[in-house]
């Protein structure tokens, strides 16, 4: 048994391996580096070679533009400490392929032709393994068949060792248990919530005096943050507009290709049921006539629901031989049996959507706006190459402007700021990684716009003037008056349930929570609130602030996971399948660093830099 534990461990082992490998295969080929590099570090008698070095940091490179959204360049992985992580996964591998070797730890040829005729990428057109597709992949790669079978055999052979050293490892029943009464043990408590319309008097005014001491005296509430003061040349399709001269025919022609959009016929909003013969729909009609039953009863007797048989707006030629019954109609109710494509039905027409026509002299501001702003934004476009060149041959943003119909301006850039061009996603971007040493270039916005920026200098915070903020400064003026007041309020009432009287009689709305664990959300209460509740013993009370209210919590009993629950049983496996696979990983780390602490190493820093000279 331990032996096929092992062996499926491995398997699986090696499919994530191979599937790792095959996505950095592409782009690094033995012929990069010449041939006198070989190899970047040896571990015992196994060596790194540049080739494995290069796909395994531009594999990680890969997953960390993935992650981020953007190209890293190596010289910021570095700082980041990517290309010594990468080198130490591998030299972990190869001490543990030279052990597995040691210990005549390997698999057969079998083994490998298994994994070899599995993968997907070396399937021919009709999905059968093809020995040229499988040479040509490897080869582009810059691997040859020998190199690849070897890298199984031995990516199976240590997930064989690994496997045989991690099998049987368990949670321990301590920590295991601890952790699930930690995240599922449940609480009871008691609850209420104070607001404004608690207070029982009126705030005093403030006087200038009392709003400008608070100014004072709170400089974090009103301390504008760091700014990357930005000068920009922008222009926008809007901008060009007025110059853009729109003739009458192209007018007249897109007026003619909206003609149902302008001229929009009578229509009635009608809900059409269908019925197998006509006398089934007469008999159905003289039940509504009579009132014994309603069209919708009708519906549901089919086993239909209202979407069912709502046809929405139709005009009379949409409705086809039943128009002329419905039109008919000059208010709502139920018509038929009336033919249509499906057989006999009853239809309820439901509203009255009289014809709307739209005269060319009245779409004429529309139209012309609409045809002007596509002629401005290809306008636009066509503005960028003149603006390159003029950026490109030394002239300032300003310069810009006076030559061209791009227009400056200025803006201290922080992330309050989002009026103007400051709330385009492009000039965030931009304005963001702009650098004083850049140079200004064209790039575009999202309505077709370009625009040009220069990072002046940075800004650093400083609190703004009172006169510019003073209504800020009385609504939070305000708002700490209201807080200092209910906390006076939640304090006295924490003090009375202290003293064992109820919560029903302080004359405050409350509620009880039963079995709330910590993954509970109440959505009243904020997210503390619900872990406070978690540090208190059983009895005690503890007051809580929120955004304009304060709490009162009572812990009223700590209760014990519900194992007969289905999401703690879960969660309880969960814990215990985490918590093995922890000490496992643990274990297997320090059989790997005691393997290399035990074997020869060497590192080529020459072959390193030369690898690391073919990454941008």
Do not use: C
Not at 149 to 155: C, K, V
Not at 590 to 599: D, E, I, K, N
Request: hydrophobic share 40%; aromatic share 6%; proline share 5%.
């Amino acid at each position: 048994m331990a032996k096929s534990a092992a062996g499926k461990g491995a398997n699986i082992f090696v499919w994530i391996l191979l599937g790792l490998l095959f996505v950095g295969l592409a782009g690094f080929g033995t012929g990069q580096f010449g041939g006198s590099i070989g190899s970047v570090a040896s571990v015992g008698g196994r060596d790194i070679s540049v080739n494995d070095y290069a796909r395994a940091l531009q594999q990680e490179l890969r997953a960390l533009q993935v992650q981020t959204g953007q190209a890293i360049p190596l010289s910021q992985a570095q700082a980041f400490g990517v290309t010594q992580s990468v080198l130490g996964r591998l030299m972990t591998s190869a001490a543990v392929d030279d052990e597995a070797e040691g210990l005549g730890v390997s698999v057969g040829d079998a083994v490998v032709r298994d994994q070899v005729l599995a993968q997907p990428g070396f399937s021919s057109l009709a999905g059968d393994f093809d020995r040229t597709v499988y040479e040509a992949t490897l080869r582009q790669s810059g691997m040859t068949v020998r190199e690849f079978e070897q890298r199984i055999r031995d990516e199976t052979a240590r997930g064989i060792l690994q496997s045989a050293i991690i099998a049987g490892v368990a949670a321990p029943e301590t920590a295991q248990s601890a952790l699930v009464t930690f995240l599922e043990g449940r609480r009871n408590f008691t609850w209420l919530q104070l607001t404004a319309a608690d207070l029982t008097e009126e705030l005093p005014v403030p006087s200038e005096l009392d709003l400008r001491n608070y100014h004072n005296d709170n400089p974090d509430r009103f301390t504008a943050p760091e700014a990357r003061r930005i000068t920009y040349a922008w222009l926008s399709p809007e901008m060009l507009i007025d110059q853009i001269e729109v003739d009458e025919a192209r007018l007249r022609e897109a007026y003619d290709g909206r003609q149902s959009e302008f001229d929009v016929p009578e229509r009635r909003l009608v809900e059409r049921l269908v019925f197998p013969d006509e006398a089934a729909a007469e008999a159905a009609l003289a039940r509504v006539s009579e009132g014994t039953s309603s069209f919708d009863d009708l519906v549901e007797e089919r086993g239909l629901n209202l979407a069912d048989v709502d046809l929405g707006d139709q005009t009379r030629d949409d409705l086809g031989d039943a128009g002329a019954g419905v039109f008919q109609m000059i208010e709502p109710g139920v018509v038929g049996p009336l033919p249509t494509s499906l057989g006999p039905a009853l239809f309820r027409m439901n509203g009255i959507l009289p014809a709307q026509f739209t005269s060319f002299e009245d779409a004429l501001p529309e139209l012309r706006r609409e045809l002007a702003a596509d002629r401005a934004r290809r306008e636009v476009s066509a503005r960028i190459e003149e603006a390159d060149d003029l950026l490109a041959g030394g002239a300032t943003l300003e310069e810009l402007a006076d030559q061209t119909d791009f227009e400056t301006g200025t803006v201290d850039f922080s992330a309050e700021t989002s009026d103007s061009i400051a709330g385009y996603d492009g000039f965030r971007r931009a304005a963001v990684q702009a650098n004083e040493s850049d140079f200004p270039e064209i790039l575009t916005l999202e309505d077709g716009g370009i625009f040009a920026l220069r990072l002046d200098e940075i800004v650093p915070p400083a609190l703004r003037p009172f006169d510019s903020v003073e209504d800020d400064v009385r609504l939070a003026w305000q708002d700490t008056q209201i807080e200092a007041e209910l906390i006076q309020i939640a304090e006295a009432a924490r003090n009375r349930v202290e003293e064992g009287e109820a919560f029903s009689t302080l004359g405050y709305t409350f509620r009880t929570e039963t079995d709330i664990t910590r993954r509970d959300f109440i959505q009243e209460l904020p997210p503390s609130a619900i872990s406070s509740v978690f540090e208190m013993a059983p009895e005690e009370t503890t007051v809580q602030r929120g955004p304009g209210t304060v709490f009162v919590l009572r812990l009223d009993a700590v209760l014990p996971p519900d194992l007969d629950n289905p999401d703690t049983a879960q969660a309880a496996e969960q814990v215990e399948t985490e918590i093995a696979q922890a000490i496992a990983r643990d274990i297997f780390e320090l059989y790997a660093t005691a393997l290399q602490s035990q074997a020869s190493i060497s590192i080529d820093q020459g072959a390193l830099a030369a690898v690391h000279a073919q990454f941008p």
